[in-house]
C-alpha cells in the first residue's frame, strides 16, 4: 500500500518538482496549490489529490483540513513547502508593514503550526513512523534589509521545528531544510545571477534535486530529529 504525503505548494518550482518525483516513486501525494497552473494536470494525470487552498483565508484554511481529516487516517508526511515573497517598500519601510508581516507570519507560521496540530494524529497513526518536514529559507538566520518580514517568519517557521519536535517524538520526526538560492527564475537578469552566485563559496545553482535528495535522507532517518540541514553553498562563510 502507498504512503500518503502532504506537501503545501506544489503549484510550481520545488513544491512541483517534489510532488512529481514523489508520485513517481510510488507514494501518494496529496498537494495545496494557490493558482491552478497547467502543469498541475500532470500530477492528477499521475493521481496527485490536489486541493485549491488559500492560506491567508481561514475558512479557506479550516475547510482543507476537515477534508483532510475526513478523507484520510494516516499521513506518512507533511511537508511544508508553500511560501510567499514579500518586501518591504524600499522608500518607506513602514508602509503597509503590519499587512506585510501578518501575511508572512501566517503563510510561513501560522499555517504550519495549524496543520501540524490538527493532522498530528494522522502522522501518529503512520505504522512505520512518520515525518514533518519545514522548508525554510538561508536568510532565517541571517536575517534580511530587504525582506525584514520574510525573514523573521521563516525563522520563526524554524522554532517551529524546535517545539513540535520535543513534543512528538519518538513516533514523529519533526526536522527543517534550509536552502539558500536554489533555481533562477526566467525573468532573472545576468547582472542578478551573477551577484546571487557571488554569495556562495559553491557559485552555482544548487537546483531543485538538491532539496529532493535531502528530503530522502530525512525520511529514511530513523535517528534525527529537531534539526536543520543547511543547502546554502557555504553563504555563512562569505
Do not use: C
Not at 9 to 20: I, M, N, P, S, W
Request: no cysteine; net charge neutral; proline share 3%.
Amino acid at each position: 500500500m502507498s504512503e500518503t504525503i502532504l506537501i503545501t505548494g506544489v503549484g510550481k518550482r520545488l513544491g512541483f518538482a517534489l510532488a512529481e518525483q514523489l508520485l513517481s516513486e510510488g507514494h501518494r501525494v496529496v498537494g495545496t496549490y494557490r493558482s491552478d497552473y497547467p502543469q498541475l494536470q500532470g500530477l492528477r494525470d499521475n493521481g496527485a489529490d490536489l486541493i485549491q487552498v488559500d492560506f491567508y483565508q481561514q475558512s479557506s484554511l479550516d475547510a482543507f483540513l476537515n477534508y483532510v481529516g475526513q478523507e484520510y487516517k494516516e499521513l506518512r508526511a507533511i511537508i511544508h513547502n508553500a511560501s510567499d515573497w514579500r518586501s518591504e517598500d524600499k522608500e518607506n519601510p513602514s508602509k503597509d508593514a503590519l499587512h506585510i508581516m501578518n501575511q508572512m507570519m501566517m503563510v510561513h507560521t501560522t499555517v504550519p503550526y495549524l496543520i501540524n496540530l490538527t493532522l498530528k494524529d494522522l502522522l501518529l497513526s503512520s505504522d512505520k513512523g512518520s515525518d514533518i518536514i519545514h522548508i525554510s529559507d538561508y536568510v532565517a538566520e541571517k536575517g534580511s534589509k530587504k525582506h525584514i518580514a520574510y525573514a523573521a517568519s521563516k525563522a520563526a517557521l524554524n522554532n517551529l521545528t524546535l517545539s513540535f519536535s520535543a513534543m512528538l517524538a519518538p513516533d514523529v520526526k519533526v526536522n527543517t531544510i534550509s536552502p539558500a538560492m536554489l533555481k533562477f527564475n526566467d525573468s532573472d537578469d545576468k547582472s542578478y545571477k551573477a551577484k546571487a552566485l557571488q554569495k556562495a563559496l559553491i557559485p552555482r545553482e544548487a537546483g531543485f534535486e538538491e532539496v529532493v535528495d535531502a528530503i530522502r535522507f530525512v525520511l529514511t532517518s530513523h535517528y534525527m530529529t529537531g534539526r536543520t540541514i543547511h543547502l546554502d553553498g557555504g553563504r555563512h562563510l562569505k
